[in-house]
């Protein structure tokens, strides 16, 4: 049996093997859904601005190809790639064609986004349509509004009377997480605040 060769250091690989480097090494930043939580986010864009730099250094254009694995993708890759060399003055996330950040999709309306992952995770719109449904007590898809005695199922501002809501994740079977119209509240002036 042969041994397999070895994978030649980047400055001695050629330009197209390079571009595809490139492309397999956004491809691993994108699949990283929470770079700061993650603790294989630092190596890997530091692995994209390193190939870059080395095609940068060679004046190789590839502007072409990250269109076409934008293509390949969906991902908005250009936008990715830049990201990466502003690293760690900027977090690279990965963005679907319309833009939107895929870690920060408002879990409600999928169309806005959320500013992080610190809070409810849905864009402001949504904040305030549910805080007209919880006075309203009208359902809406994708929530499920409720009332209960668990204290362990809802918010430190509710009681036993207090209309909650929570996402109806179709993967979860256990309401959970029960929040009241304060938190609505108080999410936004946090966001205002940022």
């Known amino acids: 049996m042969r041994n397999t060769p070895s994978i030649p250091p980047l400055e001695e690989r050629d330009d197209t093997t390079l571009i595809e480097d490139l492309?397999?090494?956004?491809?691993?930043?994108?699949?990283?859904?929470?770079?700061?939580?993650?603790?294989?986010?630092?190596?890997?864009?530091?692995?994209?601005?390193?190939?870059?730099?080395?095609?940068?250094?060679?004046?190789?254009?590839?502007?072409?190809?990250?269109?076409?694995?934008?293509?390949?993708?969906?991902?908005?890759?250009?936008?990715?790639?830049?990201?990466?060399?502003?690293?760690?003055?900027?977090?690279?996330?990965?963005?679907?064609?319309?833009?939107?950040?895929?870690?920060?999709?408002?879990?409600?309306?999928g169309k806005g986004e959320f500013p992080d992952k610190l809070g409810i995770w849905m864009c402001d719109a949504c904040l305030v349509a549910v805080r007209e449904l919880l006075s309203s007590c009208s359902p809406m898809p994708g929530l499920v509004l409720f009332r209960t005695y668990n204290d362990s199922k809802r918010c430190n501002h509710a009681d036993s009377d207090t209309v909650l809501f929570t996402f109806d994740d179709p993967y979860e079977f256990a309401i959970d997480n029960g929040r009241c119209d304060t938190c609505l509240t108080e999410e936004q002036e946090r966001r205002k605040k940022l």
């Open 23 to 109: 492309c397999l090494a956004l491809r691993d930043v994108g699949g990283l859904w929470c770079p700061e939580d993650d603790g294989r986010a630092a190596a890997r864009i530091e692995g994209v601005k390193e190939i870059y730099a080395l095609l940068l250094e060679r004046r190789v254009d590839v502007k072409d190809r990250i269109g076409r694995l934008s293509e390949e993708t969906s991902w908005r890759m250009a936008d990715l790639l830049s990201d990466c060399l502003g690293y760690p003055n900027v977090l690279p996330y990965v963005k679907d064609k319309d833009g939107i950040r895929r870690a920060l999709r408002c879990s409600l309306c």
